[in-house]
């Protein structure tokens, strides 16, 4: 069974301050998806990271996805309350399957 | 015009009793999915099916039934409601296994 290991499980922050989560895994994946989700709504796709290596932007939010495609970060410069809620990365095993979730990491950000 | 939508929003309903929960996408998606949510926040899949036919069933008890009247449906069907089935149920929806993943609002199940 393919793991997707997120940290920190749970992070707050103040406003303006910049944050790292990541997304580990001892698996390959053949690309990795992150989704945030604000209370009382379902998940929602923020970017998808296919090539090893590669960065996406997305406003604030830089995505990196490991060399190897085993791993994933999501930076998030000057963090504002807006960026609050749960961010969990999942990871496609080439179409075959479901995707698999992480557990998630819960960010608070506090004005 | 919501993507995936699912009824009812919230649920609150006693021990024993049989309950089911609707989920329609208008995406053309091949792929329906059924996830439950509980409190610590973990996402995990319960069942997925593709046009109308089950292919994944994780782990859970058969008190649950999932049915698939046509590829843009799939219900949730709950017998003999347990305390701990108290859960954030989210249906979903893709175009294949493994692509972006479009989630419904989430139903609230709470059991008292």
């Known amino acids: 069974t393919q793991l997707l290991e997120q940290s920190p499980q749970f992070l707050s922050i103040q406003e303006g301050e910049n944050l790292t989560v990541y997304c580990n895994s001892s698996s390959v994946f053949s690309s990795l998806q992150w989704y945030r989700q604000e209370p009382g709504e379902g998940p929602v796709l923020l970017v998808t990271v296919v090539t090893g290596g590669e960065v996406k932007k997305l406003k604030r939010l830089t995505f990196q996805f490991g060399d190897a495609r085993k791993d994933s970060s999501l930076h998030i410069t000057a963090a504002q309350p807006g960026d609050t809620g749960l961010y969990l990365c999942a990871g496609d095993n080439s179409g075959n399957t479901p995707l698999v979730f992480g557990k998630g990491t819960r960010l608070s950000v506090i004005a | 015009d919501t993507a995936v939508s699912q009824t009812p929003k919230y649920l609150v309903t006693q021990m024993g009793n049989d309950k089911s929960i609707k989920c329609e996408q208008n995406?053309?998606?091949?792929?329906m999915y059924w996830y439950k949510q509980d409190s610590k926040k973990f996402l995990k899949i319960m069942f997925s099916?593709?046009?109308?036919?089950?292919?994944i069933n994780e782990t859970v008890p058969n008190r649950f039934s999932p049915k698939s009247p046509d590829k843009a449906h799939l219900n949730l069907h709950i017998n003999s409601l347990e305390l701990g089935d108290s859960a954030v149920y989210f249906c979903?929806?893709?175009?294949?296994?493994?692509?972006?993943?479009?989630f419904g609002e989430g139903s609230w199940l709470t059991v008292v």
């Open positions: 995406l053309g998606h091949d792929t």
């Open positions: 099916y593709n046009n109308k036919e089950l292919i």
């Open positions: 979903a929806s893709s175009l294949g296994q493994g692509n972006t993943i479009y």
